[in-house]
């Protein structure tokens, strides 16, 4: 018999039902009521009967509803963990996400002006990461944690994914069945839309005890293949390769590298890489840190000569190889570099007037500290977590900079998060 690989939960306080006023919504998206008392899927204003014990409750019912409150469009929503605003008028709920923003920017003490959001629309998605569990009969179940909890729900529609993602749930169904043979493996398929058909890397694959089975791998590669994939790798290593996934990046083309980084939204990558764009207007040049793939390198080449580095060498072979499917570019060199551990150094920036910044959620502390101490006069920062650009931003602020404006982007729909691009001179 197949063991159970979900993680015990532990024991949920009770108590008596409670009444409880929504006085705001905090951080997770949760509705927050004096005590404080979290309560998902409410809203400022309603009143709610919620259950449980602790801060943490569960809604039971909405007594007074909010005038801003509408009918959540997919039917997971309440049991799926990757949504937690859709109930929320659109309207309010962004005004919420840029008066977050805000708040943040000032823990730092931090006041500038914030642009109008971009927003990502429906259905635009590029990118999902489904988890895959045993189902009956030898199946998997294919879709997203379940909220607070290790287990999957097994979703037929998603309403922030692209048609084509949704559309292909089924045959990615299939692919994950072989994967769940051994009792330990909690598969998760990163899947990605590319011009030559869906791109999959997996990952959580028990490997300790020898990984997949040559009859799984092969009962992978017929799925594959019978499903028309482009590409399936697990830890960067390919399993099956009929086509090589293949991006566009503003006037490039680049081929994708197994498991790199690349924007969830292509209308979202293409709004931050315009204003990104129109910010450094007249650089002479530019130096373009964790560039990745080179999401706003060769848009920014067309401006000024551009230094990419990035700790990721697939990906800078990726965006080296591609150079050549843009021709009329001011120049571009790159290099693979870890910024955290070897950040470029001021008196490496000695020539470059324009700096942009892409770090992963941690931030990029290191290496604004030498942006802080050279003489470039211009800094474009993106990120992904505003509680590590506002630190970031202190420190340059600190050193000299105004942090002139800061462009807000909802990438990731009906969540709490919120990405930016802040331009800051000198």
Not at 30 to 59: H, K, M, N, S, W
Not at 185 to 212: C, F, W, Y
Not at 370 to 397: H, M, Q, W, Y
């Given at each position: 018999?197949?063991?159970?690989?979900?993680?015990?939960?532990?024991?949920k306080?009770?108590?008596?039902?409670?009444?409880?006023?929504?006085?705001?919504?905090?951080?997770?998206?949760?509705?927050?009521?004096?005590?404080?008392?979290?309560?998902?899927?409410?809203?400022?204003?309603?009143?709610?009967?919620?259950?449980?014990?602790?801060?943490?409750?569960?809604?039971?019912?909405?007594?007074t509803?909010?005038?801003?409150?509408v009918e959540?469009?997919?039917p997971?929503?309440?049991?799926?963990?990757?949504?937690?605003?859709?109930?929320?008028d659109?309207?309010?709920?962004?005004?919420?996400?840029?008066?977050?923003?805000?708040?943040?920017?000032?823990?730092?003490?931090?006041?500038?002006?914030?642009?109008?959001?971009?927003?990502?629309?429906?259905?635009?998605?590029?990118?999902?990461?489904?988890h895959?569990?045993?189902?009956?009969?030898?199946?998997?179940?294919?879709?997203?944690?379940?909220?607070?909890?290790?287990?999957v729900?097994d979703?037929?529609?998603?309403?922030?994914?692209?048609?084509?993602?949704?559309?292909?749930?089924?045959?990615?169904?299939?692919?994950?069945?072989?994967l769940?043979?051994?009792?330990?493996s909690?598969?998760?398929?990163?899947?990605?839309l590319?011009?030559?058909?869906l791109?999959?890397?997996?990952?959580?694959?028990?490997?300790?005890?020898?990984?997949?089975?040559?009859?799984?791998r092969?009962?992978?590669?017929?799925i594959?293949?019978?499903?028309?994939?482009?590409r399936?790798?697990?830890?960067g290593?390919?399993?099956?390769?009929?086509?090589?996934?293949?991006?566009?990046?503003?006037?490039?083309?680049?081929?994708?590298?197994?498991g790199?980084?690349?924007?969830?939204?292509?209308?979202?990558?293409?709004?931050?890489?315009?204003?990104a764009?129109?910010?450094?207007?007249?650089?002479?040049?530019?130096?373009?840190?964790?560039?990745?793939?080179?999401?706003?390198?060769?848009r920014?080449?067309?401006?000024?000569?551009?230094?990419?580095?990035d700790?990721?060498?697939?990906?800078?072979?990726?965006?080296?190889s591609?150079?050549?499917?843009?021709?009329?570019?001011?120049?571009i060199t790159?290099?693979?570099?870890?910024?955290?551990?070897?950040?470029?150094?001021?008196?490496?920036?000695?020539?470059?007037?324009?700096?942009?910044?892409?770090?992963?959620?941690?931030?990029?502390?290191?290496?604004?500290a030498?942006?802080?101490g050279?003489?470039?006069?211009?800094?474009?920062g993106?990120?992904?977590?505003?509680?590590?650009?506002?630190?970031?931003?202190?420190?340059?602020?600190?050193?000299?900079f105004?942090?002139?404006?800061?462009?807000?982007v909802?990438?990731?729909?009906?969540?709490?998060?919120?990405?930016?691009?802040?331009?800051?001179?000198?």
């Amino acid at each position: 018999m197949r063991s159970s690989n979900r993680r015990p939960e532990p024991p949920k306080p009770s108590g008596p039902p409670v009444e409880v006023v929504i006085e705001s919504i905090g951080g997770e998206g949760d509705g927050v009521a004096a005590g404080p008392i979290y309560v998902p899927f409410t809203l400022p204003g309603e009143t709610v009967r919620a259950t449980g014990g602790g801060e943490r409750r569960d809604l039971d019912a909405v007594l007074t509803a909010s005038a801003e409150r509408v009918e959540p469009p997919c039917p997971h929503f309440g049991v799926c963990g990757g949504c937690a605003l859709q109930h929320w008028d659109h309207t309010a709920y962004l005004a919420w996400k840029v008066e977050r923003l805000r708040k943040t920017l000032g823990l730092q003490h931090i006041e500038t002006e914030i642009l109008a959001p971009f927003a990502a629309p429906p259905a635009s998605r590029r990118r999902l990461a489904l988890h895959a569990r045993p189902g009956k009969r030898g199946e998997a179940r294919l879709g997203y944690k379940t909220r607070k909890s290790w287990d999957v729900i097994d979703i037929s529609v998603c309403p922030i994914a692209d048609p084509k993602l949704q559309a292909a749930l089924p045959a990615l169904r299939r692919l994950a069945a072989p994967l769940l043979k051994h009792p330990k493996s909690a598969p998760t398929l990163h899947v990605t839309l590319t011009a030559e058909g869906l791109d999959i890397e997996i990952t959580g694959v028990e490997r300790k005890s020898g990984g997949l089975s040559a009859d799984a791998r092969m009962q992978l590669g017929e799925i594959a293949s019978e499903v028309g994939f482009a590409r399936v790798t697990m830890d960067g290593e390919v399993q099956y390769g009929a086509r090589q996934p293949m991006v566009s990046v503003g006037p490039a083309v680049v081929a994708l590298p197994a498991g790199a980084f690349l924007q969830a939204v292509p209308s979202a990558e293409a709004a931050m890489a315009a204003f990104a764009v129109e910010q450094a207007a007249g650089a002479e040049r530019i130096a373009d840190l964790y560039c990745g793939v080179g999401t706003f390198t060769f848009r920014l080449a067309q401006i000024a000569p551009v230094y990419a580095a990035d700790g990721h060498a697939p990906a800078i072979r990726a965006l080296t190889s591609a150079i050549a499917t843009a021709p009329g570019l001011k120049g571009i060199t790159a290099e693979t570099r870890d910024l955290a551990r070897r950040p470029v150094l001021a008196v490496e920036l000695r020539k470059t007037d324009t700096v942009l910044f892409d770090p992963p959620r941690a931030g990029a502390l290191e290496q604004t500290a030498e942006v802080a101490g050279s003489k470039v006069s211009k800094v474009i920062g993106v990120s992904c977590n505003p509680a590590t650009f506002a630190r970031d931003a202190r420190v340059l602020i600190d050193a000299g900079f105004s942090l002139d404006r800061v462009f807000p982007v909802d990438q990731f729909l009906w969540s709490p998060h919120v990405e930016l691009v802040g331009v800051f001179s000198r």
